[in-house]
């Protein structure tokens, strides 16, 4: 294996990729691969894909849209299926308005744990607010020029995948499905003046997120790319916003189109803190990408929900064999018959928190004693928890520099994030880390993705 070789042949010849290790050490500290201020904790090896590893990719988003699109028709026209999910009869009314574009999920990012040869399970589903798109393009940029990847270079190319200009040319066919499902006409073009400036008329692209919350440094390279493909683009909060006769304005300017950046949980927590966004959305007259009805696969209650008897019977046998084969077996935390299985076999199960995101509250037996599990589970059986099957380890070997410097392989368990623009696989972010939870919150490394191509 590829990865294997390159292990191996950094150990062997150790002094002289030290020396670029340490030089891509002091590249990331200079680049825009920040997050929430600090450079993004890395590791020097990037995650690298054959064909064989996109068709698997691919093939997993084609069954997980295929059944998200089911379940969202079903939340829409079954009122049995929308007592599942017990949403907030607020967010209830905002996911039932329609979004007038062909897609059901205009962006995502999908987490796998990915074992190869085909084998994956999925973790969870990020539709609204999907981000770190930013990481990946700025990590990459650097890991494919390093002196180990150069090494094999007579005999594979590596490519890495573009996240912003590609979203930009399906924000563009998305919008023109709204205008023909919604019999309006544009200016629209995709030409730019001699200045890289959009024409006069182009469509106005509001990037929507409260400023606290956002990633100022992702949003500017979105926001410049949308300038570069022709439209016209700011960076908007929502407390910003006004509505008139239903239509979105900022600052007196008609807003055509909104890229959604603002995750459900955030807007609902805030929700009379934004009353001309709130309005604006019900009143349906702004084409929002993605509209508030990802909620039904963003919600932790999705995977839960597909393994409830009653959506089952509305699926196709494909579906729920899909499901029961890449789908952890879900349900809510209670106190019912299985409580005391939870408790016995912490290793096989993971708690999380029905709506919250990054990683928050989410805990795995594995990481507890048997006495703290169960006082764990005491406490959360209360509030609004998941337990779900714990997925096996997806495990890469990669370099580890220790507080003095040496560097040494260890074993990392990964997530495999399958960014999905307009339903179709656009790139990966893959997440590393040495505990039973991957993230940021959890000392976690961002890893760069690349494509092989064997020349």
């Not at 020097?44 to 093939?59: G, V």
């Not at 509250?361 to 507890?368: I, L, S, T």
Request: with cysteine; net charge negative; aromatic share 12%.
């Amino acid at each position: 294996m590829l990865d294997q070789k390159l292990t191996d042949d950094f150990m062997k010849a150790y002094e002289t990729y030290k020396h670029d290790f340490d030089r891509v050490k002091e590249a990331v500290a200079n680049s825009k691969a920040i997050y929430k201020g600090a450079p993004v904790p890395y590791l020097y090896l990037p995650m690298l894909y054959f064909d064989q590893d996109i068709d698997t990719f691919k093939y997993a988003l084609r069954g997980i849209h295929d059944i998200s699109k089911r379940t969202i028709e079903l939340y829409l026209e079954d009122e049995s299926v929308r007592q599942l999910f017990n949403f907030d009869s607020r967010l209830d009314a905002l996911i039932r308005v329609p979004h007038h574009y062909d897609t059901t999920v205009p962006m995502g990012r999908f987490d796998i744990f990915y074992y190869g040869e085909g084998s994956f399970q999925f973790c969870e589903l990020n539709a609204d607010g999907a981000s770190a798109m930013n990481e990946e393009f700025e990590l990459s940029k650097i890991m494919s020029q390093t002196e180990l990847l150069n090494s094999v270079k007579d005999t594979y190319d590596f490519q890495a995948f573009e996240l912003f200009h590609s979203w930009v040319a399906e924000v563009k066919s998305i919008y023109a499905s709204y205008l023909k499902n919604t019999g309006k006409s544009s200016a629209f073009t995709q030409e730019t003046t001699t200045d890289n400036t959009p024409h006069k008329g182009s469509p106005f692209v509001a990037i929507l997120d409260f400023i606290d919350k956002g990633s100022p440094l992702e949003f500017e390279m979105f926001r410049d790319a949308f300038i570069d493909g022709g439209f016209e683009c700011e960076i908007v909060d929502p407390r910003d916003l006004t509505e008139i006769d239903g239509k979105l304005y900022i600052k007196d300017r008609a807003i055509d189109i909104i890229y959604r950046r603002l995750v459900t949980k955030d807007l609902m927590d805030r929700y009379d803190e934004v009353p001309a966004l709130i309005n604006g959305l019900l009143a349906g007259k702004t084409c929002v990408i993605g509209s508030i009805k990802t909620q039904v696969i963003h919600t932790k209650r999705f995977f839960e929900v597909l393994y409830d008897g009653g959506l089952r019977a509305k699926l196709s046998s494909d579906q729920i064999a899909f499901i029961d084969k890449h789908v952890p077996f879900t349900r809510p935390l209670k106190r019912d018959e299985r409580f005391e299985d939870y408790l016995e076999h912490k290793d096989a199960y993971i708690i999380k928190p029905v709506d919250y995101y990054a990683s928050k509250g989410v805990c795995a037996g594995k990481d507890y004693t048997n006495e703290a599990w169960e006082s764990l589970l005491e406490e959360k059986v209360n509030e609004d928890f998941i337990i779900q099957k714990y997925c096996p380890l997806a495990l890469t070997k990669n370099l580890y520099e220790a507080a003095d410097g040496d560097v040494e392989v260890k074993d990392y368990s990964t997530i495999t994030g399958l960014f999905t623009y307009n339903e179709k696989l656009a790139g990966i972010y893959v997440r590393a880390g040495l505990n039973a939870i991957i993230s940021g919150l959890h000392d976690g490394y961002t890893m760069s993705t690349l494509k092989v191509i064997k020349k």
